[in-house]
């Protein structure tokens, strides 16, 4: 069975880092895409980053160059670490997993499995 536990999110000022984590069991990184999604009061759900076969990533223009998604198998942990914060980025963010067994995740948007989001706060 799939479980998906994010944790991490905080208040941060404007320019700061966090990491969030996402706990996952029963997810095969050969078979799984996972992703970090987010969704602000009032807006739609955005994907942000996506990772398959630890390697593979893709990220949203909004956040390319200061997220980073990564993996650790042996923990069965992914990770989010976002640097250069800003009060934009402030959102829910969700993890999210899905089955896939195909190597390309970046236009995938349907996700089977979803944690119960960890609150990122940016204030300027």
């Known amino acids: 069975q799939v479980r998906l536990r994010e944790s991490g999110g905080d208040s941060v000022q404007t320019g700061g880092s966090l990491r969030l984590s996402c706990a996952f069991s029963s997810v095969t990184d050969n078979a799984y895409c996972m992703a970090w999604f987010r969704q602000a009061p009032g807006k739609e759900r955005e994907g942000v980053a996506t990772?398959?076969?630890?390697?593979?990533?893709s990220y949203a223009d909004s956040v390319k160059g200061r997220f980073t998604i990564s993996r650790d198998n042996a923990k069965d942990t992914l990770y989010l670490q976002m640097n250069s914060l800003k009060p934009e980025d402030t959102a829910m963010y969700y993890c999210a997993a899905t089955y896939f067994p195909w190597d390309d995740c970046s236009q995938l948007r349907e996700y089977g499995y979803w944690g119960q989001g960890t609150q990122v706060t940016v204030s300027s």
């Open positions: 990772i398959k076969n630890r390697v593979r990533t």
